[in-house]
């Protein structure tokens, strides 16, 4: 084992806690992750010791915070290996992400009878920004379908791209299936073409290494939340050939540079994008997530999550009735499954009772689920604090819960 | 029965049970015995759509008491469904108005009452309640 799991679950203070009377297992990683004590202590520590209102003040504690935060820019900038951090915008999750670009590039770029390309597997967050936009603008959106398997048809996809098409935006990862989505080719293909791509990268961030500049792709948008980081605080990464292009989004203090009633001119980059007052304080947890993920290794945390992936559906499998949703070939630690003809709801309801942490539902992507005529699944999202103790324990609960169900 | 001495007696059944696991194999239970929903009465105007599940509920006026009929797709929602009507439905429309539902805090299904759970049961006694007020308002005309 590459790394020490009683020690690393150490790191996660809520892991150990009784839920309904059962230990709780939580495998609900791909709705948000949990933080380990280095993120809490960052957090915390900033309010005991450095909080002060950033970019500001000249005094002591502004400065401080100020650069603490700032470290962190081009902390995540070298995660990504973006080329400068003046392209990592902050924001409130994936979802402010796609609509400061929804709103920003699509007023500055967009013109009626322009198309954008989605995916069927897309999260609502990665679609209904574009369809607001798509009203606005008179603008048209196309979708790529998914196979029975749960992979994009990229024949469909080659096939939407034209001369209209002016962004495509695709999940790096899918939430409900694990799928992971070719995005290198996706975005080779549509830069032939001439055309910008998005990539939600709300499910990678923590499962793979990310290298915006081998990806070449336009933009990547994450949460902090799903990379145990704090809550509140995501980014947006854009190429700054676009940003500086690109109308800001959000009017405010800090993202001008003079402000009068005969005009307004606006910051330079990152801060155009920036208005108000950021998160800060979860902005520096964010920068203790990166440190802690770099510490265990995101290829040591790939390794360990797939092991367990393999490890589980197999257990699973033998349980009665199980159906898995999606077989993509490549994929995270991700499984969806129904229970015979047991509704997800049922099925959730129970194991909350013996303790166990899953998501039932539709996992905000409805236009999948339509797509398989399914209502819901039941998702096992795993992380790399959990074991295969836990898988275990999940498969004997899954076997009692089929029987009653049954 | 009164709609009180109906609780009571639901409460008791459940108190037999001190393990969740069990309260709710009696509620599968009292799901799968709920008498067929006539598929007529399958309609939009009697849905209650929720988050994850949905639920179908119909009443109808007989002798001056309201018989409902009730569904859902989820098994345990259904065991709800089914508490419901064996509490409520067979009054008149009074006795529900008047009617303080105290069973589901007893019974420990209190979180199914979260309001934010358009599934739960806080949607489902609203319908009841609007069904009994309509059904009052013609009876008064
Ligand atoms: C693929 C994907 N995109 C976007 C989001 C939205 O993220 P957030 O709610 O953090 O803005 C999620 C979260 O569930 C997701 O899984």
């Not at chain 1, 080719?185 to 990268?201: Q, Y």
């Not at chain 1, 989004?249 to 910051?267: A, C, L, P, R, W």
């Not at chain 2, 799901?31 to 009697?46: I, K, Y």
Request: glycine share 8%; aromatic share 8%; charged share 25%.
């Amino acid at each position: 084992m590459a790394f020490d799991i009683r020690k690393i679950r150490d790191d996660f203070p809520i892991l150990h806690q009784d839920v309904n009377g059962k230990p709780l297992v939580y495998l609900d990683n791909a709705a948000t992750t949990q933080k380990p004590l280095q993120v809490i202590d960052a957090e915390a520590a900033v309010y005991k010791t450095i909080n002060s209102n950033i970019h500001r003040g000249v005094h002591h504690l502004s400065n401080v915070c100020t650069e603490a935060f700032e470290e962190v820019r081009k902390k995540t900038a070298d995660y990504i290996n973006a080329e400068s951090s003046d392209e990592v915008i902050f924001t409130r999750g994936t979802t402010e992400s796609v609509n400061l670009l929804s709103s920003s590039f699509g007023e500055t770029f967009l013109k009626e009878g322009d198309e954008i390309i989605l995916t069927e597997m897309e999260h609502h967050s990665n679609i209904v920004p574009w369809q607001l936009l798509a009203q606005r603008r008179g603008v048209t959106v196309k979708v790529v379908p998914v196979t029975d398997a749960g992979e994009l048809d990229m024949q469909g996809f080659s096939e939407l791209l034209n001369e209209k098409t002016s962004l495509v935006a695709v999940t790096h990862i899918s939430n409900v299936l694990g799928t992971i989505n070719p995005v290198e080719e996706i975005i080779a293909l549509s830069h032939t073409a001439g055309v910008p791509v998005m990539i939600d990268g709300a499910q990678a961030i923590h499962h793979v290494l990310v290298d915006v500049q081998k990806l070449d792709c336009d933009f990547y948008a994450f949460s902090g939340h799903k990379m145990y980081a704090p809550t509140g605080v995501g980014v947006l990464y854009g190429k700054r050939k676009w940003l500086q292009q690109m109308n800001p989004y959000q009017g405010g203090g800090e993202m001008i540079d003079k402000v009068s009633f005969s005009g307004t001119t606006f910051n330079d980059l990152p801060y155009k994008f920036e208005a108000g007052t950021p998160n800060y304080a979860g902005v520096i947890g964010l920068g203790a997530a990166i440190d802690y993920l770099r510490n265990i290794g995101l290829e040591d945390v790939w390794a360990y999550e797939h092991e367990l992936f393999e490890y589980a559906l197999k257990q699973m499998s033998a349980v009665p009735g199980i159906r898995f949703v999606g077989q993509a070939r490549h994929h995270t630690s991700v499984i969806s499954f129904l229970l015979g003809d047991a509704h997800p709801f049922d099925v959730g309801t129970l194991l909350d009772k013996l303790g166990f942490a899953l998501r039932t539902g539709h996992h905000c992507a409805q236009p999948l689920m339509d797509r398989f005529r399914i209502s819901g699944t039941v998702r096992a999202s795993f992380a790399f604090y959990n074991t295969r103790e836990e898988v275990d324990n999940l498969v004997e609960a899954l076997k009692r819960v089929a029987m009653m169900l049954g | 029965m009164t709609i009180k001495e109906k609780q009571q007696e639901v409460i008791e059944e459940f108190s037999a049970f001190d393990d969740w696991m069990d309260k709710y194999s009696l509620l599968i239970e009292l799901g799968n015995e709920l008498d067929s929903f006539d598929e007529a009465n399958r309609q939009q105007q009697n849905l209650i759509e929720g988050c994850q599940s949905k639920v179908w509920l119909h009443a109808e006026m007989n002798d001056g008491k309201i018989e409902i009929q009730g569904d859902s797709d989820a098994i345990i929602v259904k065991g709800i469904v089914a508490l419901l009507l064996r509490v409520l439905s067979g009054h008149t429309p009074d006795e529900i108005l008047d009617s303080d539902l105290f069973f589901i805090d007893e019974i420990g299904l209190k979180e199914h009452l979260s309001p934010t759970r358009s599934n739960g049961l806080v949607a489902m006694v609203r319908q009841i309640k609007a069904y009994a007020l309509a059904f009052k308002a013609r009876q008064n005309k």
